[in-house]
């Protein structure tokens, strides 16, 4: 019997971390009517690489391990609760993929080095932000739904943009905390407001400017793909 008990408890704080996904991806579901998925999450030797963990899809390359879809495809994001719960039920550890685009956020992506200098930019500026989204490599700002027309006439404009700043729009997707990814933890560090309504969102075009020109001066040039 000690032995057993002793077994539980040790259990015990995995049981948590799945359960707080569960209640992130309802969360999003339900309250934001945000769509999401699970993510292919870690291949459960916890084998570590170059790249950090590896990806439990079947591809020993994986560029993002953990942080995709594979199966169920990005098409199969719902808001619907009882998918929701049937997919974490049976795939506690998931990560929770956001499909972005349409009328859900976009985010737009950078460095995590050139993310912290964009956000002081934008506090300096007295700009009102969203949620934002940090791994130990990128970081990632939640903006209002965008096209791609207007994304593309924005950028049109700019003399520069550097390839480690990447964009989240209608077909992409975004993994959210607190999801595990081969990089590590995936955490807010900017963290939504609580209320039931859906997170407040600024528009692209408000935050662009200051993460081109932090993306631009970033040590890390990020050209490789990396969340």
Same mark, same amino acid.
């Given at each position: 019997m000690r032995e057993i008990l002793g077994r539980r408890r040790r259990h015990r704080p995995r049981r948590k971390a799945s359960s707080a996904r569960l209640d992130a991806a309802l969360t999003c579901a339900t309250a934001w009517k945000w769509p999401v998925l699970p993510g292919a999450g870690l291949a459960t030797t916890g084998v570590r690489g170059e790249r950090g963990r590896d990806c439990a899809c079947p591809d020993p390359e994986c560029a993002?391990?953990?942080?995709?879809?594979?199966?169920?495809?990005?098409?199969? *994001? +719902?808001?619907?609760? =009882?998918?929701? =719960?049937?997919?974490?039920?049976?795939?506690? +550890?998931?990560?929770?993929?956001?499909?972005?685009?349409? =009328?859900?956020?976009? *985010?737009?992506?950078?460095?995590?080095?050139?993310?912290?200098?964009?956000?002081? *930019?934008?506090?300096?500026?007295?700009?009102?932000?969203?949620?934002?989204?940090? +791994?130990? +490599?990128r970081w990632s700002l939640l903006v209002a739904p965008y096209t791609l027309e207007r994304l593309g006439e924005l950028l049109h404009a700019k003399d520069w943009v550097p390839s480690s700043l990447r964009f989240h729009g209608e077909g992409g997707y975004l993994v959210l905390p607190p999801s595990e990814i081969g990089t590590g933890q995936v955490r807010w560090e900017r963290a939504p407001e609580a209320g039931e309504a859906a997170p407040w969102l600024p528009d692209v075009e408000s935050v662009l400017d200051a993460l081109v020109e932090a993306s631009n001066s970033a040590p890390d040039g990020g050209s490789r793909l990396a969340y």
């Open positions: 993002v391990p953990g942080a995709h879809p594979f199966d169920p495809g990005l098409l199969a *994001a +719902t808001t619907d609760a =009882r998918m929701v =719960r049937w997919w974490w039920t049976n795939r506690p +550890t998931a990560p929770v993929v956001l499909a972005t685009g349409g =009328r859900a956020p976009c *985010a737009l992506s950078l460095p995590a080095v050139a993310g912290a200098r964009a956000l002081a *930019a934008l506090d300096g500026m007295g700009l009102r932000l969203g949620p934002v989204v940090a +791994t130990p +490599t």
